[in-house]
């Protein structure tokens, strides 16, 4: 919380404590968009990730895509 609301407040030192605060409700909402996008797209479990997203912003997110490159990368068994 701290993080967001100094990084938004360092960007524009006159934006009122609302503003803030529903900036910060706006992108975590984005956020949780966003992991149940690529959680549904590597097969993973959308509403899981989608809280995550929800809750944890973009540390979500950024888990996400490591999981999702760390899948790509993996070789594939040949049977």
């Known amino acids: 919380m701290l993080g967001y609301f100094s990084g938004l407040y360092l960007v524009r030192t006159d934006i ?3 503003v803030l605060v529903r900036t910060l409700c ?3 909402v984005l956020d949780a968009i966003l992991c149940r996008h ?3 797209r590597i097969g993973r ?3 899981l990730w989608g809280l995550a997203g929800l809750l944890l912003g ?3 997110v950024a888990s996400l895509v490591i999981l ?3 899948r ?3 070789p594939t068994s040949a049977s």
């Open 45 to 47: 479990n959308q509403r």
């Open 72 to 74: 790509q990368r993996e």
């Open 68 to 70: 999702s490159y760390k």
């Open 16 to 18: 009122p404590p609302m």
């Open 58 to 60: 973009m540390w979500a």
């Open 38 to 40: 690529i959680a549904a």
């Open 26 to 28: 706006v992108v975590h």
